[in-house]
């Protein structure tokens, strides 16, 4: 017999027997399908309604909607066997507890849905969105149907329905629930407050080296973007963060050295924020008293380059993050202080008109019509340069209530000065270019306060 034949026939032999065993087995395999899907997903429904009355002060979680953009919202869920839940978050400053009710519903897969109004929901709010970003109409992509993926230890494992994120319910104490303000006041603290320097770094040591990012956080989105300063690395972390009473969580995990880190610990000497690793790792937010990169962009105000113009503007650039809260502050003390019904609509530094003069413009308007102009203010100054601090300073010369050259000298508006005098500040000022969403803006930054103006840029 050919040997082509003989292997025809033992792979004839081999199938006969292999059927055979199938068959034979059969009565094996039936006892892993003696339950149909509908019977199965009413046990996945009972264990996950059992999991959730099981823990005696309920459940937390730090929801990331979506962690390329947005941070994460702790909240806190205390479920009764009624159907109601007790429910907590930190999305704003309203840590009160509200009640609702929930249900356990079954689909291609088990969930657990939020079906009456509670905290959850202003996530999913299409109508409220983070300020500043491309989020109008889509609000913090939350979802308030999460659907069940089974325990790991003591925890509830859940995806979000809507962009199928992770969601890990973990037992809540009761410090969770009274600490939960906590969380806003570390929000302060990750902000950064008056008396901090508004420059910040990442730095990451693998237990070899170190790395430098410069940091900057948004505060509406809770999101950081951090890039790296080294010499040609395009390098850039992002991430989320979470607040606790102690520290930062972020999402997704900042690696270093081949490890995961997710939690920072706050040190209120410095302000800054501490992830650490084994073997030397660590990852740590951090102040600096000057940007980390200097640019040569402050050569655009300097006499002979053009006339060039910029501005705050009430309704345009006032809501950007890197405004800082003194410039917020004493932009709004000036308004209480020039009148009752009066705001400032802008503050706009020319440099180098045609006539050879630069001058700070004020406009005032009525908050009852804010588009009209009922007056104008005029800080007429030189400007010098420092080339190695890479700074400008503007030296302050008179005030006028009309920008021209026949126009009288006035007094000094008593309700200006304290705002004004950060712009005249004789150790200068920081003049960078700053990404925001629809347009062109640069930042005026004190070299020895934690003052910081955006400012639209007309050309």
Not at 170 to 184: F, H
Not at 287 to 314: C, F, Q, R
Not at 365 to 383: E, G, K, L, Q
Request: with cysteine.
């Amino acid at each position: 017999m050919k040997l082509k034949n003989i292997f025809k026939y033992l792979m004839v032999a081999f199938l006969a027997i292999h059927l055979l065993g199938s068959c034979a087995s059969d009565t094996e395999a039936e006892p892993k399908f003696d339950k149909t899907p509908v019977e199965r997903l009413n046990e996945q429904k009972s264990e996950l309604n059992t999991a959730l009355l099981s823990s005696e002060f309920g459940w937390k979680a730090v929801y990331f909607t979506d962690d390329t953009q947005l941070g994460g919202y702790t909240h806190l869920f205390k479920f009764s066997a009624d159907g109601k839940v007790q429910m907590a978050s930190d999305f704003d400053d309203d840590t009160k507890t509200y009640q609702s009710t929930y249900n356990i519903v079954l689909g291609s897969t088990v969930s657990l849905l939020f079906d009456t109004y509670n905290r959850i929901h202003l996530l999913s709010d299409s109508n409220s969105f983070p300020p500043g970003t491309a989020l109008q109409g889509k609000g913090y992509l939350g979802d308030f149907q999460f659907l069940y993926y089974g325990r790991e230890n003591e925890d509830i494992l859940f995806k979000s329905n809507r962009l199928v994120r992770d969601i890990r319910f973990v037992k809540a104490t009761a410090q969770d629930w009274a600490d939960l303000p906590k969380n806003l006041d570390m929000e302060q603290n990750v902000i950064g407050g008056d008396n901090r320097p508004l420059f910040r770094l990442l730095e990451t040591n693998d237990g070899k080296a170190t790395h430098i990012y410069e940091f900057s956080f948004n505060a509406a989105t809770r999101f950081a973007i951090s890039k790296s300063i080294d010499a040609g690395s395009s390098d850039v972390i992002d991430m989320g963060v979470g607040y606790n009473p102690t520290g930062i969580v972020v999402s997704p995990a900042v690696e270093v050295g081949g490890q995961k880190l997710t939690n920072f610990v706050y040190n209120d000497t410095d302000g800054s924020f501490k992830a650490t690793g084994t073997n030397g790792v660590s990852a740590t937010i951090k102040y600096s008293s000057k940007p980390l990169v200097l640019t040569d962009e402050y050569k655009l105000l300097l006499p002979g380059s053009a006339n060039n113009v910029y501005a705050y503007i009430y309704n345009y650039t006032k809501p950007e993050p890197a405004n800082s809260a003194l410039f917020l502050t004493l932009l709004a003390n000036a308004e209480a202080l020039a009148g009752t019904g009066v705001m400032i609509q802008r503050i706009q530094p020319w440099f180098n008109n045609p006539d050879g003069t630069s001058y700070i413009e004020y406009r005032f308007a009525a908050v009852s019509n804010p588009a009209v102009v009922i007056a104008r203010r005029y800080h007429y100054f030189t400007i010098q340069s420092n080339a190695t601090n890479k700074t400008v300073t503007l030296v302050p010369g008179v005030w006028k209530s009309t920008a021209t050259a026949a126009a009288p000298v006035i007094a000094t508006p008593s309700f200006l000065k304290a705002l004004d005098d950060e712009f005249m500040n004789p150790q200068g000022l920081y003049f960078a270019k700053t990404p925001v969403t629809g347009y062109t803006a640069y930042t005026f930054t004190s070299t020895t306060t934690p003052f910081r103006m955006v400012a639209y840029s007309f050309q």
